[in-house]
């Protein structure tokens, strides 16, 4: 069912949105929750509330990009259980690697998130698309390095080189526009 | 959380981005099989078609067959590698073929999902593919291939040599691949011209072209078509000069069309072997009960818990863990091992065949042919390994944090762990293999 057609039905507070939208898109919100949380029942949660949140937001919410948009709701959702359950020294998977990564960029305390988030959307639009794609994959959809080496039949090594240079570069350039 | 700025920020980017580098779902990505080290070509669920060239276009104009009226050729004798054309049909036509120019070739990395495959029986063959002896007098080697559901995915004919093994043009292309599937088969050939020319053979429309390397004087040719809902694909390598090369694609796209087409159904139904591939948690993975005793419990407190797989097909049975720390990483893979893993055994008196001091880079140039087996895989027994042997496969100029690059096998009475670490010094993997040795 056509993206537009699904955004109808959540404005007509028809069901079949939730239904439909689970179809087409619960494989997808499956894969990010379970890359952050390594736990099937965990991420089921996750799609689940997903749906229940993007039910609360249509209406008013017309999204441009559905998919894209229940994404970022999985997301923030799955990042929120980790929290809880990394707090409570709980949970698995490969997140810690992920945020040992990020944490070769220092984050100013004294910045909003909208103000970061322009900052690295330039960013990934300088850089190459297959080098944005493989960032993008690594610290939007937490895949494992491994994954992302074999989807560009590629070493990983070759994949952990880019993504280093990358982080190097990015740290370059929010440090180069006063955010550190 | 860690950096809990950035990683959220990183989650507000452009929506472009996010849906151009969205993973691919469900059947596509489930219980596809990606063991990209260590493994043998059958075992992976990828399976690659051609390789990639690009070459210039060349001219638009298709390609007819030099014997030129296009209408009908006399069946040609001897087609030049042994073997003998079929006679013409009962009206002594051989219906000829229009090549067109193919601009470059693309590769087919077809993911077949919980991918397992048969080697077809003699009586299978004859329903696929009736009379193909009187063509490939050295015989063929048929495989079937099916998705994890036992659904037939495709059929993939060899050529087969005098020796027996699948023979190759020039030492390197196939001589002739044959693709038989239900309903469509993926396009692998840019023509130069976006609606080719067909040929009509028998009531068939055949798409056939040709694609000149433009390197070791050698062309591939190729041709696809369909007979009722089957499809058929047929590539075959030979010179780029002459007529031996259409005239062995024009016989053989001939001689199938003529038998009609494929009985696949005498391949359904297959017996679905033990198939696994799924993600585990490092917890997991250590009680694992075939091989979670094998991982290291002393791993380096800088290096962090990456991805763990347990995988088993027809081929392989093994679990395998990666640990990382920036560009550092070990990969710990954990297997049954098979009669390839014993032909690799060697002795820490051999050093020879083990000792990376020995060769320089690149190792292709350095290292004798005979050796290259063993250097570039080496196994040695649990009993045997010593320090001094761990020390020995670091590969100089490609340092890490504590070292350079490693990789080799250790073997557990049956059980055999690949190694493959970079920035691990040997010192360390030999502590982690220290107290694995009380296994033994």
């Known amino acids: ?180 | 959380m860690k950096n809990n700025k950035i990683a959220r920020s990183i989650g507000g980017i452009d929506n472009e981005f996010i849906e151009r580098a969205a993973p691919r779902t469900k059947a596509v990505r489930k219980r596809t099989a990606w063991i990209k080290w260590g493994m043998p070509a059958a075992a992976c669920a990828a399976v690659y078609m051609f390789f990639m060239l690009a070459i210039p276009g060349l001219l638009n104009n298709p390609i007819t067959n030099p014997n030129g009226d296009g209408q009908t050729v006399t069946a040609p004798g001897n087609n030049g590698h042994g073997g003998t054309l079929p006679e013409p049909s009962q009206n002594n036509t051989m219906y000829t073929l229009t090549l067109n120019k193919a601009d470059s070739l693309m590769p087919s990395r077809i993911l077949i999902p919980g991918h397992f495959w048969y080697s077809l029986t003699e009586s299978q063959l004859e329903a696929v593919l009736p009379n193909l002896s009187e063509i490939f007098p050295g015989g063929v080697e048929a495989t079937a291939n099916y998705s994890g559901d036992g659904l037939l995915f495709d059929v993939v004919i060899h050529e087969l040599s005098a020796d027996g093994n699948i023979a190759v043009y020039n030492q390197f292309y196939g001589l002739t691949v044959i693709r038989i599937a239900r309903g469509s088969i993926a396009e692998d050939v840019i023509y130069n011209n976006p609606e080719p020319v067909t040929s009509e053979v028998r009531g068939v429309d055949v798409t056939a072209g040709m694609f000149d390397y433009g390197q070791d004087n050698t062309a591939m040719y190729h041709a696809s078509f369909m007979i009722g809902d089957i499809a058929y694909k047929i590539s075959l390598h030979d010179s780029a000069t002459g007529e031996r090369g259409i005239n062995r694609l024009t016989g053989l796209v001939n001689a199938i069309i003529s038998n009609g087409a494929a009985d696949l159904s005498v391949l359904d139904n297959p017996v679905i072997p033990e198939l696994r591939n799924e993600r585990l948690s490092l917890a997991e993975a250590y009680s694992d009960p075939d091989f979670g005793v094998y991982l290291p419990n002393n791993v380096p407190s800088r290096f962090n818990f990456e991805s763990a797989q347990r995988f088993i097909n027809q081929d392989y049975n093994g679990l395998s863990v990666l640990w990382t720390d920036g560009l550092n990483s070990f990969d710990w893979r954990v297997s049954k091992a098979t009669s390839d893993d014993f032909k690799r055994i060697v002795s820490p008196a051999e050093h020879e065949k083990y000792d990376m001091s020995l060769y320089s880079i690149p190792l292709f140039e350095s290292v004798p042919e005979e050796l290259r087996e063993y250097v570039h895989g080496p196994v040695f027994r649990a009993d045997e390994i010593t320090l001094e042997v761990i020390q020995a496969r670091v590969i100089q100029g490609r340092q890490g944090r504590d070292g350079g690059q490693m990789y080799f096998s250790v073997l557990f009475d049956g059980i055999i762990i690949n190694i493959n670490a970079v920035g691990v010094s040997p010192e360390q993997i030999w502590d982690m293999l220290g107290e694995l040795k009380s296994l033994i």
């Open chain 1, 1 to 180: 069912m056509d993206d537009s057609r699904i955004i109808e039905l959540f404005w007509q507070r028809s069901e079949d949105a939730l239904t439909e939208c689970k179809r087409k898109f619960g494989g997808y919100c499956r894969i990010i929750a379970k890359n952050i949380l390594y736990n099937a029942e965990d991420a089921d949660e996750c799609v689940n509330d997903t749906l229940l949140r993007a039910w609360k937001a249509m209406p008013p919410e017309k999204p441009s990009r559905l998919k894209a948009f229940l994404g970022k709701i999985t997301r923030n959702l799955a990042l929120d259980r980790y929290e809880a359950a990394h707090s409570q020294k709980r949970g698995g998977g490969s997140m810690e690697a992920v945020l040992e990564e990020l944490a070769e960029i220092p984050a100013p305390e004294a910045t909003g998130v909208g103000e970061l988030v322009q900052s690295i959307n330039g960013f990934l639009r300088s850089e190459p698309t297959e080098n944005a794609d493989i960032f993008v994959k690594r610290y939007w959809y937490f895949h494992n390095v491994n994954e992302i080496a074999d989807e560009y039949g590629c070493k990983a090594n070759k994949v952990a080189s880019i993504l280093f240079r990358m982080r190097g570069r990015l740290k370059q350039k929010l440090e180069s526009e006063g955010f550190m």
